[in-house]
């Protein structure tokens, strides 16, 4: 199983999303989303941060279906994507999973002829708390 490698400053986007909440660290000062997590705004060069909570739609931006597979423990499971999904209320952010048909789904439980770029998408979170997708019109 994938698990996180956590920082200081995305600690609390994994603490949110073992909570099954998709939140997204945002500057205080200039309201512009961020992600990855970091201490400064790109924009406005502000300290100050919030972890907004968004709506966990979005679309699939981009995906790849490796071959061979990129994770040999996960080789059994081939293929398997990963996609990149933009958020529909933070265009700007994208973040990379798996689209899956439902919480706990293995990572090759959709079909790779499903995937489509600009298919809607919805967060579910694994038991584990990681975010991963599915579709939102299977």
Do not use: K
């Not at 698990?3 to 400053?9: F, G, H, S």
């Not at 945002?26 to 970091?38: I, N, Q």
Request: charged share 20%; aromatic share 8%; proline share 14%.
């Amino acid at each position: 199983m994938l698990t996180p490698v956590v920082d200081e400053d995305g600690a609390p986007f994994w603490e949110y999303a073992a909570r099954g909440e998709l939140r997204v660290q945002t500057c205080a000062d200039c309201a512009e989303p961020r992600f990855p997590p970091r201490p400064c705004c790109p924009h406005c060069q502000s300290f100050a941060s919030e972890w907004r909570p968004v709506s966990g739609r979005g679309r699939v931006w981009s995906y790849v279906v490796p071959h061979p597979p990129l994770l040999p423990d996960y080789a059994e499971l081939a293929p398997y994507n990963v996609i990149v999904v933009e958020l529909a209320d933070a265009p700007r952010i994208r973040l990379v999973g798996n689209l899956v048909t439902g919480p706990d789904a293995p990572l090759n439980s959709l079909p790779p002829e499903r995937i489509r770029i600009g298919a809607r998408v919805q967060v579910v979170f694994s038991s584990a708390g990681l975010p991963q997708w599915i579709l939102e019109r299977p």
